[in-house]
T-cell receptor, first 115, second 116 residues
Framework: ETGVTQTPRHLVMGMTNKKSLKCEQHLGHNAMYWYKQSAKKPLELMFVYNFKEQTENNSVPSRFSPECPNSSHLFLHLHTLQPEDSALYLC??????????????FGSGTRLTVV | AQSVTQPDIHITVSEGASLELRCNYSYGATPYLFWYVQSPGQGLQLLLKYFSGDTLVQGIKGFEAEFKRSQSSFNLRKPSVHWSDAAEYFCAVGEGYGGSQGNLIFGKGTKLSVKP
């Protein structure tokens, strides 16, 4: 399998649930990104990982907890979410330090609904 | 700081008509510029990118974009729009290599609707 794969594609969770989003890339990249996309704020960068180390956290609430065990996998652990957290969550990857010149490869996203 | 402006939130064109989506950027050095397309409920797909050289860049699906340094613009064009082109289009400027982790700065997007 090639490209960036996100699972699940759709997720409905209650506000007291704990769930995780998974992202996997088979491109040999070593930088990975989480974006939140909602109608109100398109493409909000949440987290950046370079060589498994978090290098950017854009003031994301602690109810979102990222994990990057290796350069190919990225998780977003969710707990005690609010309805306003309902959105499309996109994962992307690139070669570290070159995303600005070669661009990112995006996954298809996870559509999250918090009820 | 780098920024990208897409002045049009929503554009509607008739099928078969020509299309131009506007993008203006703010960047101190020679920019790396990108256009991405997003179909409903999907991720972003790279349409084309500009690094240097020829200012007219060809992309996939019949799209092209022209870099105009004097106008700080990178407008996306297509001579004849198809119904399947209905999607959201994002312009982005890249920070190049290293240092700032090579981040992309995205515009807010332009939603394209196509009338039959």
């Amino acid at each position: 399998e090639t490209g960036v794969t996100q699972t699940p594609r759709h997720l409905v969770m209650g506000m007291t649930n704990k769930k995780s989003l998974k992202c996997e890339q088979h491109l040999g990249h070593n930088a990975m990104y989480w974006y939140k996309q909602s109608a109100k704020k398109p493409l909000e960068l949440m987290f950046v990982y370079n060589f498994k180390e978090q290098t950017e956290n854009n003031s994301v609430p602690s109810r979102f907890s990222p994990e990057c065990p290796n350069s190919s996998h990225l998780f977003l652990h969710l707990h005690t979410l609010q309805p306003e957290d309902s959105a499309l969550y996109l994962c992307a990857s690139s070669q570290a330090g070159t995303g600005g010149s070669y661009g990112y490869t995006f996954g298809s996203g996870t559509r999250l609904t918090v009820v | 700081a780098q920024s990208v402006t897409q002045p049009d939130i929503h554009i509607t064109v008739s099928e078969g008509a020509s299309l131009e989506l506007r993008c203006n950027y703010s960047y101190g050095a020679t920019p790396y510029l990108f256009w991405y397309v997003q179909s409903p409920g999907q991720g972003l797909q790279l349409l084309l990118k500009y690094f240097s050289g020829d200012t007219l860049v060809q992309g996939i699906k019949g799209f092209e974009a022209e870099f105009k340094r004097s106008q700080s613009s990178f407008n996306l064009r297509k001579p004849s729009v198809h119904w399947s082109d209905a999607a959201e289009y994002f312009c982005a400027v890249g920070e190049g290599y290293g240092g700032s982790q090579g981040n992309l700065i995205f515009g807010k997007g332009t939603k394209l609707s196509v009338k039959p």
